[in-house]
């Protein structure tokens, strides 16, 4: 943005609203067709009045603003301060907002409009201040050998830090998830902001090439009768506000099973399904298991197996789970469904060697009660153990 005088009818003037000091200072260049003449101005306003800071150029002469600066300086009072450019005397608004004391206002040519704290912070036009807080949050996960090559295992159960974590026993109804309380001890602590949460970077070394994923559990059911292959009814409660947008739809969720006691099925099972109403409300939706490797519920799962259904075509999300239908018996053990929301991905693509990524700012949008739990895609049957930090920053 620049701020040009070319008429001597041209001026940049300052209203303030209170009789708190405002120091302002200000500069200039006066371009003819011979010369460019550099100038500037400063003073000190105590009452609620206008100012002119920047005067009109003289005939034949272009004035280019170069910077404003304003400043309250007095010890306890607010100002309210409006910049503005007066044309033939009509006044129109550049720029305006309320100086609390020790804070300024700032503007260089080609540059934004800024408000700036008692620190030197700049704030947004709400008022916030726009200070970052970056914690690490550690982890190291010692899993077990996963299923089979391609298939999905989760690191909730296996021990480390954090330690481990456990749907608890909420029946087939299930609970939401909040990661700030002591039921969900064992997923990826946060902490209750004032401002806003982000994945800002991460780092992660494993001892196997898997590929490994961050999930926010928002849901997970238990006692599921594991050799019924009818459909067992569920009403699952309204999310927590914790979906791609904040919501409490399910955008971007999916539904999984997860292994919780090893099941004793002899084969592959592709033919559970899940009747869901989907993030925009439409009922009646089916989620199917895929009949390809990694997808399907695996024969004998071990404990910390999970299968993702797929959503019926066209829908984004999951906002509530109505029935289950296992289709085959899974023989024996325990399973619990969750509804998930995938937050990364990090390939590690040379065992013992660190994999490092910074996201562009501000990063990937974290929510209070986040229950993050780390989850992997198995390119082979070893067990890994995964160790790193996610980076949360807090805007």
Request: net charge neutral; glycine share 10%; hydrophobic share 35%.
């Amino acid at each position: 943005m620049a701020i040009t005088l070319d008429a001597t009818t041209k001026s940049i003037d300052l209203t303030t609203s209170s009789t708190a000091d405002i120091d302002y200072a200000v500069s200039w260049v006066d371009m003819t067709t011979t010369a460019f003449t550099p100038g500037d101005g400063h003073g000190t306003i105590n009452t609620a009045t206008t100012t002119s800071i920047v005067a009109a150029p003289g005939a034949s002469t272009q004035r280019g603003v170069k910077s404003i600066s304003v400043f309250n300086r007095h010890a306890t009072t607010a100002n309210t301060v409006t910049v503005k450019k007066d044309v033939s005397a009509t006044e129109y608004c550049l720029f305006k907002a309320t100086l609390s004391a020790g804070e300024s206002l700032q503007w260089t040519d080609g540059g934004e409009w800024g408000v700036f704290d008692q620190s030197g912070r700049r704030k947004t036009a709400s008022g916030d201040i726009l200070t970052t807080t970056t914690r690490p949050v550690p982890f190291i996960k010692q899993g077990t050998a996963p299923d089979a090559t391609g298939y999905w295992y989760s690191f909730a159960k296996d021990g480390g830090t954090p330690n481990q974590w456990s749907p608890g026993t909420p029946g087939v109804n299930g609970r939401v998830t909040d990661g700030m309380t002591a039921a969900d001890a064992g997923c990826l602590r946060l902490w209750t902001p004032t401002g806003s949460l982000y994945l800002s970077s991460y780092n992660i070394t494993a001892t196997v090439t898997h590929s490994f994923w961050l999930y926010d559990v928002l849901w997970v059911n238990t006692g599921l009768v594991v050799t019924t292959t009818t459909a067992q009814a569920l009403t699952s409660p309204t999310l927590p506000a914790r979906d791609e947008v904040g919501g409490t739809n399910g955008e971007g969720c999916l539904i999984g099973l997860l292994t919780t006691t090893a099941n004793t099925n002899g084969a592959n099972i592709t033919n559970s399904t899940v009747t869901y109403t989907n993030s925009a409300g439409t009922g009646s939706r089916t989620a199917t298991i895929s009949n390809t490797l990694g997808d399907q519920i695996p024969a004998t799962p071990v404990a910390g197996t999970v299968a993702w259904f797929n959503l019926q075509a066209g829908d984004t999300g999951v906002r509530s789970i109505q029935s289950v239908t296992l289709g085959t018996s899974l023989g024996g053990g325990a399973i619990s469904m969750i509804i998930a929301r995938p937050i990364l991905n990090c390939g590690v693509a040379v065992a013992h060697t660190p994999m490092e990524k910074t996201f562009d700012k501000p990063g990937i949008r974290l929510y209070t009660g986040s229950t993050l739990l780390w989850f992997l895609k198995a390119l082979n049957t070893t067990n890994a153990t995964l160790t790193g930090g996610i980076y949360v920053t807090e805007r």
